[in-house]
């Protein structure tokens, strides 16, 4: 098992940054694929950036392409999603979640992710 606890969210501007942080604790981190999801109120959740375990492979949805940045540290057992040029369309509550069993083809699916942190609420005002 893996516990997962999400920081960083808040309220900022359009057009601002935030860093969002999910550190793990538990079982080995580097046999995870890490991934954010977003759920904003009355949607679906959905899939935001993912990494492959060793970090060499990244992967985003088309909206936060070339904005968002998801990095990992094994050696802290974090990873990150560096968030620029936010819009209000960005409000949300940011989820964390590890995949143990997942490839790298699989990696942006939430059905592969089988542990989850609270979720940390990022609010973008106009």
């Known amino acids: 098992q893996v516990q997962l606890v999400e920081s960083g969210g808040g309220l900022v501007q359009a057009g601002g940054s935030l860093r969002l942080s999910c550190v793990a604790s538990g079982r080995a981190f580097t046999r995870y694929n890490m991934a954010w999801f977003r759920q904003a109120p009355a949607k679906e959740r959905e899939f935001v950036a993912a990494?492959?375990?060793?970090?060499?492979?990244?992967s985003y949805t088309d909206s936060v392409k070339g904005r968002f940045t998801i990095s990992r540290d094994n050696a802290k057992n974090t990873v990150y999603l560096q968030m620029n040029a936010l819009k209000p369309e960005d409000t949300a509550v940011y989820y964390c979640?590890?995949?143990?069993?997942?490839?790298?083809?699989?990696?942006?699916?939430?059905?592969?992710?089988?542990?989850w942190g609270q979720g940390t609420q990022v609010t973008v005002s106009s």
């Open positions: 990494i492959s375990r060793s970090g060499d492979m990244t």
């Open positions: 979640a590890a995949d143990f069993r997942g490839t790298i083809a699989t990696m942006t699916e939430l059905d592969e992710y089988d542990h």
